[in-house]
């Protein structure tokens, strides 16, 4: 199994770009969230799913955007990066609420100049 | 709003010496989930230890041990015979009844040989 994978692991972005931040988990997890980390801070949640089809927003979901049409796959929009985005990204997953979230992935770390 | 505090930014302890580190939160929730994760130098978010509030007993895991109070609303981890391989970002983090996770800013253990 290779659990969490996060794609790509470096990104640099121009203020204005779009891009697509991947995750995909192989462990049947109906949970899946996207974390963001920034200096002196812990993980806030973005965006999190409770199974295909359902999303709903996290703490700071302004200026992303999700989708859940598999419950394998949960990505995450950059529709016009900015450069308060620069950060980095872990996607999670978990088999259920009360195991939420076991599993991280290696994180994305993404520059927006 | 509910938060989560790590009043100690960074300690450093002795191998095998024990080290406690001190996690408070602030709900208004009955019945929520606490949590310890692990960030070595690596970047990967390791799950250490989960409590659910309506147990009293406080969780264990191997030399990984919390200190629960609900009514103080406290959550601190313990690490006994600490080692060199426990150097890492300590976070506490909450998840409330809507399933959403909040996490503190972290604490920074060096084990020292």
């Known amino acids: 199994n290779a659990g969490v994978t996060q794609t790509p692991k470096f990104q640099v972005l121009k203020t204005g770009q779009s891009m697509t931040l991947q995750c995909a988990q192989d462990?049947?997890?109906?949970?899946m969230s996207w974390y963001r980390q920034d200096p002196g801070m812990g993980l806030r949640l973005i965006h999190y799913?409770?199974?295909?089809?359902?999303?709903d927003q996290g703490e700071v979901p302004n200026g992303y955007n999700v989708s859940r049409s598999t419950t394998e796959d949960f990505p995450l929009r950059l529709l016009s990066a900015a450069p308060s985005q620069t950060s980095v990204y872990f996607c999670?997953?978990?088999?259920?609420?009360?195991?939420?979230?076991?599993?991280f992935g290696d994180g994305t770390r993404l520059s927006i100049l | 709003a509910q938060t989560v505090t790590q009043s100690q930014p960074e300690m450093s302890v002795q191998e095998a010496e024990t080290v406690t580190l001190s996690c408070t939160y602030d709900?208004?929730?009955?019945?929520?989930?606490l949590f310890w994760y692990k960030q070595p130098p690596s970047r990967q978010m390791i799950l250490v230890i989960r409590?659910?509030?309506?147990?009293?007993q406080n969780a264990t895991e191997n030399r990984f041990s919390v200190n629960f109070q609900k009514a103080a609303k406290s959550f601190s981890l313990k690490i006994s015979d600490s080692q060199l391989g426990d150097t890492a970002m300590y976070f506490c983090?909450?998840?409330?009844?809507?399933?959403?996770?909040?996490f503190g800013k972290g604490t920074r253990l060096h084990i020292l040989p």
């Open positions: 999670a997953s978990s088999y259920s609420r009360v195991n939420q979230p076991q599993h």
């Open positions: 462990m049947n997890h109906e949970y």
């Open positions: 799913s409770v199974g295909a089809g359902i999303t």
């Open positions: 709900t208004s929730e009955s019945n929520y989930y």
């Open positions: 409590q659910e509030a309506y147990k009293q």
């Open positions: 983090a909450f998840m409330n009844r809507d399933d959403k996770i909040i």
